[in-house]
């Protein structure tokens, strides 16, 4: 059976949600079994998910089945992506606050290695979706459980949405090992998250960037929480300083601080790096996933073997995804990939063979014939000028967004110094927000009409 739910005790609660609902795995393969006695072939199904215990269970009963192929979906999915959506995959069933409806429109061929689909990061109109495989599943399970070392003693706290592939794997990994997921849709703001937190003993919390910057505000280091042995991050890079005062503060108080790296086309996690370094190497990815490789080639595709010299970064490994699926009829599609994959990133390693990622392929531009890295100026802006931003242009121009007035001068100042490029090559602008998906990454595309 998928993660080898069958093998865990019955009666073990697999997840409780903030409003006190509690399932058990014994219930969770029931569901399962109902599903499999209901739908009679397998189809699409869209679920529109929320973090709770409902839509969890029907997530995992739905895979377990095998019967229903789920599109897992925001709850509160924008109405134009939706629609979208419902005209370009006519799904059989769509599943939503407790009910499964069936649809007018017919089934239709879905390959048999298909488990589910997850739509891309920052999707707001296109039809673009992740093609999973069950065996997928199988690999994130067995490779983040590994390297985390999972037990069936823990309490993971998931603030991570359901359908956000790194939300998703915390489930597969936990469920795994027999664990208790303590799923939340509380804001970390509000007083009743951090009472779940506590009366629940969470034993671990995964977040991205912008969730660290939120327990930064809400003085979490002051905090007595003594159940928290694991704090993990990923869902892109984090600020430096930020990034030193959780490996700090986790050193300090026997706890681990893991940062990891992967991509939806992965099954969440390609690379992690192990606690010990945590300190010693901020900022790095550190090493492949168990059961993963991680590798690095130039611009001719030429694996590059020395320490410290840039190339595209690659993986190898069960988690990559079959592909993508763009119509309905892409989802007969077989593997595409092969569990290998080109990841779009720059990147280099070290002497123990830790990797740094240094930028995205694409995100470079031409200035006087000088290729400038985005992302390398706005770590530079964000390190040298204290203020968040974005970073967009052409071989004409750069522009930088930022959104505190009282730096403009002081990043295009930075700016010339570090490339040694003439000013009149940047143009800073002040916007109110930098807009970022719920992952916390940037939406450049929706900065180009600001």
Known sequence: MLLNLDHIAPKRLAAIDNDGKQVTYAEILRLADDITTQVTERALCFMMVDNNVESLTWVMASLISKRLVPLILNAKTDEALYKNLLQTYRPKYIWKAGTLQRTDYPIVPLHPNLSHLLPTSGSTGSPKLIRHKYENIEAAGLNISTFFELKETDRPLMVLPLYYTMGLSMVFSHLRVGATVLITNRSMTDATFWKFIKDEHATSFTGVPYSFQILNLMRFFRMDLPDLELLTQGGGKMPHDLNVEFAKYCRDHNKRWIATYGQSECTARMAYLPAKWALDKVGSIGIAVPNGELSLIDENGTPITTPHTEGEMCYRGKNVTMG??????????????????????????????????????????????????LDECEQIIANDCQTECACVGTDEKMVVYITDATKQQAVKETLVEKTHIVATSFEIRLIDTIPKNEAGKKLYSKLENK
């Open 324 to 373: 993508y699926a763009f119509s309905l009829e892409d989802l007969t599609k077989g593997d595409e990939r092969n569990g290998f994959i080109r990841t779009g990133d720059l990147a280099y390693f070290d002497e123990d063979k830790c990797y740094y990622i240094v930028g995205r392929l694409g995100r470079f531009i031409k200035l006087f014939g000088m290729r400038v890295g």
